[in-house]
């Protein structure tokens, strides 16, 4: 009667478990195909985060797995390195990339040493622009100097200098002279004309020449 109850009790137990398990299976596909979608779009923060819910869910060494390469391509070296030292840990004798994780998890750890000294170095000196490159110096602006003010100009002409000579032609005498010899030509021409052609005109004859 004992042995029948304990079969009882078990039955029991598992048909209730069933469904619950059930469910976490397929919630744990649901979220990887999730992030399977995400992984493939290049939202690997997105993806890491689904791949480790459904891990939590089913623990498949798949899932661990595909949780650290989502973390990896995200940059999250650190987050990365824990993931594959426990898939290692948990199941490096059952699955067949366990060298290739080890070569990651050795490259992870050069990686992150690497960026731990370079943040713990300050730095010793400052680089120096090349020129073309950055903003370099603006040049003094050259000096402005100021002009002397012009010599003041004075407002009356100056009465102690002789104005220049005029001309010989704008004289008043030059022109009276001028016309007076002018006239006194034209008069001897006159003459000269008048002489000349008196001496040449015939006289008049006594008398009436008669023709028979």
């Known amino acids: ?22 469910r976490a299976e397929e919630s744990a596909r649901e979220l ?16 890491a985060q689904d791949y480790e819910k459904a891990f939590s869910l089913k623990p498949d060494p798949a899932l661990l797995f595909n949780a650290a390469q989502a973390h990896r391509q995200a940059s999250n070296k650190k987050r990365a390195l824990v993931l594959y030292q426990n898939y290692i840990r948990l ?12 070569r990651i998890v050795a490259s992870l750890k050069k990686a992150i040493d690497s960026e731990q000294q370079a943040a713990s170095v300050p730095p010793t000196e400052t680089a120096t622009p090349e020129p ?35 001309p ?15 006239a006194a030509v034209a008069l001897g021409v006159g003459l000269g004309v008048g002489l000349g052609t ?6 008049a004859s006594i008398g009436t020449l008669k023709v028979n």
Request: glycine fraction near 6%.
């Open 198 to 203: 008196a001496a040449h005109d015939p006289k």
């Open 132 to 166: 073309g490159q950055g903003h370099e110096p603006t040049p003094p602006p050259p000096a402005v100097t100021t002009a002397p003010p012009p010599a003041a100009t004075a407002s009356r002409p100056d009465l102690t200098q002789t104005p220049p000579e005029k």
């Open 168 to 182: 010989l032609i704008k004289k008043p005498w030059f022109w009276a002279v001028v016309g007076g010899s002018v």
């Open 32 to 47: 990887f195909d999730k992030g399977t979608a995400a992984y493939a779009l290049g939202h690997f923060d997105e993806a």
């Open 1 to 22: 009667m004992s042995r029948l109850c304990a079969w009882t009790t078990l039955l029991a137990v598992l048909a209730v478990s069933a469904p619950a398990v059930s």
């Open 91 to 102: 199941y490096g004798n059952r699955v067949s990339n366990r060298a290739e994780v080890e």
